[in-house]
Structure formats: C-alpha cells, structure tokens
C-alpha cells in the first residue's frame, strides 16, 4: 500500500470511529526526506489524493494540495525522535474534554488506569495553549522534556506518533479511550495502577513512563 493509500484507509478509519469530527483531524506519514500530510480544510472520512500536501523535512511544501496549517506539529514529532514515521492529530470529544482540565501530573495529563493505556500509549504530558497553526506548537512538542509518543495540546486535543500509520492510529484510538474512561471516573474513588504496577508494564512493553518535570 502506498503512503497516499494509506492516508486515505486512516482517514476513513477515524471518521468511522467518530475520532474526526467535521473537517478536524491531519495525518502524516515520513517516506525517506518526505512528510505526506493531509491538505487544510479536508475531511479525514473523503481524502483522495489531491487532499495530500507533499513537505521537505522542514515542512515547506513541495507539492500537492496546501498543507494543514497544524503542520509544525508533524514536523516536531518527526524532528523529536527518527523511529517515528506517522502521526495522528484529532480533535476527538473525549481527547478535547480531558484537554480543558488540569493534568493528572506534569509528565501525563492521563492518570494510568488501565493497562492498555500504559502499555500502548505510556505517559501524555499537557503542552501549553497555543492557537492553532502556531509554529512553537511543533517546538513545544520536540523540546518536551519527557519521554513521549504522545501529548494532548492544551484545549485543543491530541497528537500520537507510531512506527507506521497503523500504530499512531491503534495508539490515538488508545488515547481517546483513556480519556473517556477518566472522564467518566473523574470525581469518584477511584483506583489507579499503582507505580510498582505500572513501571512493570512500562518495562515489558517498552512504553514511556516516568517521573515527570516541570513543563517550564
């Protein structure tokens, strides 16, 4: 499958998961010394090819349709760590809502309350508000100073990066469903993983977690 097709079949996968509400939502993926990113304005669940920005690793274009102006967040991702070749960034309800809220802790906006959520996403630190579009939105992300393959923008939602596209969509699908579960426990006695537990987990499955910094 080639990287456009694989845009397409993500894209398509979102919508129909209700991660990609309207218009919202841009995908990439790295191939060698180029980003292919989902154009601006387009919809996830309706991409062609003429919905695809071709960028340098710079993220200026290249070619193909204009790039979605949330592109420094890609491009910071890809800049942070050469493993990651996809990234994932949705405005999905559950993502968006725990967005608004003060972080759990400074190195994970989202407490660990499933195993799945550690082994397959690991710990999501909260960036700071900026507007969309804003260039240190991609600085933000690769100068955090944790261990990170995912983080929700203060706000706004949440951005996830995977070895292929597969695995950044797997892990945003994760993401959301670690946000609707402390959403719907927020407020309750509830009962977390535990730090023994969770760097067990953290160990086996090779996920980030760790004791958190200051984000300033």
């Keep these: ?27 990439s993926i790295r191939d060698d010394d180029r980003i292919l990113i989902t154009g601006t304005g387009s919809s996830l669940g309706r991409l062609a090819e003429a919905d695809i920005a071709v960028l340098d690793l710079d993220g200026t274009r290249i070619s193909g349709a204009r790039s979605s102006k949330e592109s420094p967040l890609h491009v910071g991702f890809y800049r942070r760590d050469d493993a990651y070749r996809a990234v994932v960034h949705l405005h999905s309800p559950y993502a968006v809502a725990a967005s608004c809220l003060e972080p759990w802790a400074p190195h994970s906006a989202v407490p660990p309350l499933t195993p799945y959520f550690v082994m397959r996403v690991g710990q999501t630190p909260l960036l700071p508000y900026r507007h969309p579009g804003d260039p240190e939105l991609g600085r933000d992300l690769e100068h955090a100073p944790w261990m990170l393959r995912a983080a929700l923008l203060a706000n706004h939602g949440s951005i996830v990066a995977g070895t292929d596209m597969a695995d950044a969509v797997d892990r945003g699908v994760e993401l959301e469903e670690a946000c609707r579960i402390s ?18 987990l953290a160990a086996r499955w090779d996920s980030p977690w760790q004791p958190g910094l200051s984000i300033h």
């Design 183 to 200: 959403l719907l426990t927020a407020q309750t006695p509830r009962r977390e993983i535990d730090p023994e537990g969770v760097a067990e």
């Design 1 to 27: 499958m080639s990287a456009v097709d694989e845009l397409i079949a993500a894209g398509a996968r979102l919508v129909e998961a209700g991660l990609s509400p309207g218009s919202s939502g841009n995908l």
